[in-house]
Structures are given as structure tokens and as C-alpha cells.
């Protein structure tokens, strides 16, 4: 099993925050990494402060036209890889504040680029346009600030 962190925009969590909607799928052409059981962490910035806003528990990995079929919706991500929640894991999105930890932080990375680059604490969302796969300790780190297991 791993762990990643994807990242949204603000005005993206926001958009959903304002919805109500439990977590129950997440769209990416990133998860072609993704596997069944994996943790997808969601993040985002604000003013250089990262924030904890999601987590989905991975069941499947599917094409947008199986995923419409799943969940029996057409409202989906414009994305080649949809990510279904395993099943009673689906949570309303929060925001967290990651400020105390965003820079023990560690990713998998065979090129040595394993954290982030902080300037007084600040995060600039460019390091997070691309999905990150977190160290296992990491990961622990995220699970205990969400405090509720997969």
C-alpha cells in the first residue's frame, strides 16, 4: 500500500467544501499509480500555508466510463483515472492546518527532491503540481493530524 499527495487549488476544495459532498471518488491523470488500497491525501495553499483538506481510502482504480457506471453519476472529474472510496471510508472534506509538519514532510524521490522547499514556513504551491508519493512516515504523520484510519 502507499501513500500520495495530490493537490487542488483552493477555489477547488472550496467549490466542494461548499457542496457537502463526502469524498467518495477523486479524478487524476496521475493515478495510473494509484492502486487498490492506497491513500490519496489532499492538500492545497493558502496565502503559503499548507492545509490537509481530503483523504480518499482507494477501492478501485477505473476509467471515467466504469466509474459513471459504479457510481451511477456523470458528475466526474475530466480526468483519465477515477479513484472509487473504499466502501464506509467516505468523509466530508476538512481543512487542516500543516504548518508544524510541512517541513518533516518526506516523499519517495529517486532524484533527492524528498521535501519541500519552505521560506519562513512559507510553501509555494508549484512544488505540488504533481503527485507525490509520501514516505511511510509520512504518511503516519498525515493519519494521525486526519485521526481516522482507512
Known sequence: MADFMLYWIPGTFDELLRSGRPLDHLGSNHFHRVHSGDTVW???????????????????????????QILGTD???????????????????RELPLDSVASLLRFVSPTGRD??????DYVPAQQLQTMRRLTAESATLLQSIWASPC
Open 42 to 68: 489532499i492538500v492545497t495553499v493558502r496565502s503559503g500555508s499548507l492545509r490537509l483538506v481530503g483523504r480518499l481510502c482507494v477501492e478501485l482504480v477505473v476509467d471515467t466510463a466504469e466509474a459513471r
Open 75 to 93: 458528475d466526474l472529474w475530466a480526468a483519465g483515472y477515477q479513484a472509487i472510496a473504499l466502501s464506509g471510508t467516505e468523509a466530508p472534506l
Open 115 to 120: 521535501r519541500l522547499t519552505l521560506s519562513d
